[in-house]
């Protein structure tokens, strides 16, 4: 959580001196591609507003993450999440409002630009978080086990070397591909003692069942755990006939 927090802390100041320089200290070229614009459309954005409003918004922003951490530290189960969405919707839609203040010859153009830009991102990250919190299931055949939904995969049993029952969870250090998000941890990630693991884990849902393949390392439980324990049960059943 830690790591979360001071990367969030990181970008506020950051945030916050880009926005600072720009608003106040009229460090204009640090806004893109305005360093670029011929002499007569800067002086018209500048007595339009656009480089003033691009630093306040830049400020704003790193207002709202600050003032939204505290989340971290309460049992609000999608801080994460609102933190997330509140910097994308925040920074996306300033730009498809700033568009207003664009020069008249460009303002329909770069208005149409932000908005699909807006949407693209909006829809794309809307997407993979469908499939993100979409529910997974272990299922055990005749030959083989299969863990579905997005990263699930299919093994046969005889490729299992281990299984494990554990009641805590190894810390989890580093998402390498994958969902990591409050409440559920799904794809790769490093695990600390395990190496790179393959992970669809219910947080703070102790039991977790540990499989150790020969080519692949997974962990998963359910919200339920006596549903993680009759999967446990399932697999162990399998391993011995």
Do not use: C, H
């Not at 709202?64 to 509140?86: D, H, K, N, R, S």
């Not at 250090?173 to 790769?188: I, N, V």
């Not at 695990?191 to 992970?199: K, Q």
């Amino acid at each position: 959580m830690w790591i979360i927090i001071v990367s969030q802390l990181w970008v506020a100041l950051l945030l916050s001196v880009f926005g600072w320089a720009i608003r106040t200290k009229k460090q204009y070229w640090l806004i893109s591609g305005f360093g670029n614009r011929p002499e007569d459309e800067q002086k018209q954005l500048i007595k339009n507003g656009l480089p003033q409003k691009t630093g306040a918004l830049l400020l704003a922003t790193a207002v709202g993450i600050v003032v939204l951490l505290p989340l971290m530290f309460t049992p609000f189960a999608y801080a994460i999440e609102v933190q997330f969405g509140f910097i994308l919707v925040f920074s996306l839609g300033g730009f498809v409002y700033l568009s207003k203040y664009e020069v008249p010859k460009k303002r329909k153009r770069t208005y149409i630009i932000n908005s699909l830009l807006f949407v693209t991102v909006i829809g794309f990250v809307g997407v993979l978080s469908f499939f993100g919190y979409q529910k997974y299931e272990l299922i055990t055949g005749k030959d083989s086990f299969e863990i579905t939904g997005m990263y699930g995969d299919k093994w046969k049993y005889e490729d299992i070397d281990k299984i494990e029952l554990l009641e805590d969870m190894p810390e989890v250090t580093w998402k390498q591909d994958g969902f990591g998000l409050s409440t559920m941890a799904k794809g790769r990630f490093k695990v600390e003692g395990y190496g790179s693991s393959l992970l669809f884990i219910q947080k703070d849902s102790s039991p977790y069942i540990y499989i150790e393949l020969k080519n692949k390392r997974v962990f998963i439980n359910a919200s339920d755990s006596e549903k993680t324990r009759a999967w446990y049960e399932q697999l162990s059943k399998k391993m011995v006939q």
